[in-house]
């Protein structure tokens, strides 16, 4: 090695930096791309069959750390490193920097752990916290925090941001999950799926039914398209055999959404909500990936707010309980989902609410007799 | 129904609410011991043993136990049947849908024969003449039009009447009512008769043979030891076993058909036949004129010591009905859902009872249905819909590109989970649709023009076989109608609770089980999101579609903050909703070196829930009691024969206050009560 090192020839610096050239210009689209043995004769900067070329060039390459090794499966292959980077390890002074910043260097955008490090090297703590230390001030690395595990000590090179793992996407904000962003996207995601996959009925037609004396021609003009249509729709005879029976009055009530006729093909999918959230421009600064919609999505599935629903090979969402859901496109936080939200039994008072309900029996300490919640409830 | 503890102290409870305490107390004696005899039960009831054979009496003419006659020692064991002791929770409700689907008159004879117990036709005759011929004017305040959901109207009614010497006493019970009375016609006699007869032909009310006193098992037991006698060498060897089977089946099998055979008989006659029974509705369910001739009412004339009770197995049918009824109603809509109540009335004729086991006795007829299912077509769907119903409403409109009747015409030609995951992939491509919804796509174009701007001009037209014998105009309506009231049908059919099967061309069938199930999760749902929000929900569906999940996938698929997500586990496995297991990773079990697995145990988790239904149940009906026992004055004095019924005008003002009140609280009480039913019957009987 020293004889290569020392002895380096003209020809042998000329072929190194061809190389790297070729190597630079190869990887120019993929910054991540690995270098095999192969990978490398085929650039055709060595000459055939010269295999000792090739291993001299590749340990000097190696030795200036422009190459950074990386073992694979198949094998030994190389990841280039940029001038700027290699020229970072000169700075470095003792020999346990060198192996410090290997290692945080190879761990990318993922970090190190304190441990991790201290357990590869198998070098004393003090040493190891000096070599940090020393690569600290020298602003190669910093000390992180990932959402994954806020105690662990998680070293990266400073000139690179934690990767969406450590930083948990964009639901987190400064390692904090950012409740009220999720929410608000959940509301976004909600009103986008009911506006789609529903029918806004305005009520119009309860008002008709009651008044069926009104002329034709006046629904028309003050009623909005659909009392309209609804009108031309129905066929004289139809009218006159609906409006016999009296319209009750409870038909008479606020807007309300309707469900679509079966075999709609328009409830919205991923792509169409993600591409509708992109359009709104509600999170900005965050860019929202499909499979973050996606998530967004299953929850409120799980929250009973939403169905998939399969068309062939189209899975679309609409909103549960259409009929019950608030019509209201934009709901507030605090809003209620649904204007009757479901009840049964055991989910009202006196019982179904009780905390001592397990203690209760005739004869011990709570008893229905002596009930408070139902002296309450039945005042 | 498994008894746990709740449920006996409930089953007690409501015998004494209805039937009084010397039945009460035998109820609770037999569910506590199981089945005893005479002497067992004079024992744990301190009762003398004459009081304990009259209150037998008294249980055995209401069905609450069934009792077993040894023929060797000729010692007659008895036995709790608690499902009819809970059944009893249900009779306001009965009354209820009963008096809306068969008319006002059933309803009154459903309530008599809940006061009467067995009885024969010509004495619940005589007796409903005696009742309701005189005082049909409204003599229990309350009673009369308002059955409010729960028990009250025993409360006012039954109570305290003992069945077997109700003729006395019903005469002086009316005797004050007299004046006001006069006025009312007599209810015709043929009009009790044909309605009896209705009820025996739809399979609400039963033909009571000595089978029936019997607990299924027994009978089984006891068949089985007749037909061992046949077998004088034992039952030995396959081919000697499958002929015992055999032998043993087509006994029960002649039970079956001999209990229903009144019913088949009433059936045949012609005016039963279901294409009647639109004209039926018409006439108001009373059918009382113009069905004269060979009616159900004579057959029943013929025979008039035939023993009838009421079948609790149909009236559960019923019952069901209008839950999902309800259920379609939240989850679709309100015309939707009326569509749905007209499938299920057409559907639910043939049905007899909603779950069955080995010893479910059932005739051939019933055996078929329920192992091919029941199936109707669109036109008789609409043949069952009330023409108030605008069919027309209740659906968004969308215009006709976006719809692929593909789908929304899919056929599933198999109940979910038997064969239908397997069979659907294999059929995806388009085999589904039968090549016979393309045809009736020609008969769109004869619809009416005015139709295009409606509910879109979507198209997929079936059902529109005309029968010839409708008018031009007329017929188009038909027609229109029919197919604006399949929309909702294939609406319900998309649903994701599978409310409504398409099980072939134009027919249409519910799978009830897996319909139900849906339900139980639904109301489970409910009650996790009431008591522990919408985040509680989510993680709990997130175990159910999961399964086990460790501490930290869990916050992450939730998208909640780790200590947010343990302190709504911690809550909810204290409250019984999720379990936990712990599998440490090394010997030494440390709690750090332990990896917690949250899952929810869907079978244990109904099975509390169900228990806490009934004791909430129980709960309410002890308050009932104390509450009367506060009010003991107030009780007494309305017990008086001369205030009952004139309370108003009997009782001094403050007197009357404290009455009014203890009724309110009254129907509270039941009211939750009822509610909790609805409850238990989905987690249980449905």
Redesign the interface.
Known sequence: MLEKSAGMDEETAALKTQLYAACEEACSSDPDRLFTQEDLTALDIIPPKDLKKLLQLIQILTNERLFAPVHLHSGLAWRLRPEAEAAKYKQLTSHDQVLVYEIIDAAGAEGAWQQDIKRRLNVQDNALRKALKELETKRLVVQFTTVENTTKKMWIKANIKPSSRATGGPWYTDQFLDEAFIEALQSVVMSFIKNRGSYLSKGERGARSVSPVLPKKGIINGATSEAAMKSKKRTADAISKDDAPVAPASRYRKTIRLPLPAGYMEYPTTEEITAGIQAAEVAKGQPLKQEHVQELIDILVWDNRVEEIRMGNRVGYRATRISKQNPSLYSKPGDEDFWEPRSNGLTTVPCGKCPVFDLCEEGGPVWAGGCEYFDQWLA | MLVTRNAADLCALLVNELYGQLASRIIAALLARGRSNVRDLSLHTSLNPKQVRHGLALVIQHNLIFYQTDRETAVTTYEANPQAAYHLVRVGKVLDVIGRNYGVTARNLVNDLLMLGNVEIAELVRYHRLKHGRKKAAVNGNDANDHGPGLDHELDNGNADDPFDNDLHHANGNGVTHSTADNETPIQVDEIYDTLAQLIAAGVVETVSSTMFQSPQDLKASIEQECTQEFPNGVRGAKVISEFDAMVKSQIKAIGAERSMTKRKLQESAMYEPSNIKRRKLANGGMSNGFAGDSGGSILRDEPNTIVRLNFDKCLVELRNQKLTEHAE?????T?AQVYAALLASLCKKVYRCQHDQHTIMTEEEEETYFTGVRVTTEEVFDHLS??V?V???????SEE????????KIRKYPPQVQGSHLQETL?AGDEILGSDDEDYDATGER?K??V????G?T?HNGTKSDGDYSG??H??RI??IYQMR?HL??L??A?QQFVRHCGHNEWTVDFGTLIQQLRY??L???I???FG?QG??LT??LR?KGKLDDKTLPA?????KPDVHVKMAEMEMAGFLEVQEVPRDNNRAANRTMFFWFFDEARTLRR?LD??Y??M???L??L???RYKKRHVVSLTERKDVQGNEEQMLRGDVYNEYLELVD?EK??FS?VS?????VSIFQDF
């Open positions: 939240d989850f679709v809509g309100e939707t023409p108030d605008d027309s409403s209740g659906i968004g409109t969308a976006h719809i692929d009747i593909r789908f929304a015409e995806d009416p005015t139709q701007n409606g509910n879109g979507w997929a105009e007329g188009s309506s229109e109608q929309q294939l609406i059919a998309e994701k639904a109301e749902d409910t009650m999101e009431d008591n919408r929900l989510r569906r997130i579609e698929m939730a998208l909640m903050r829930v806490n239904g004791k909430s129980v709960r309410c002890e308050r009691e104390v509450e609280i509270k009480l939750q509610r909790l039913d609805d409850l």
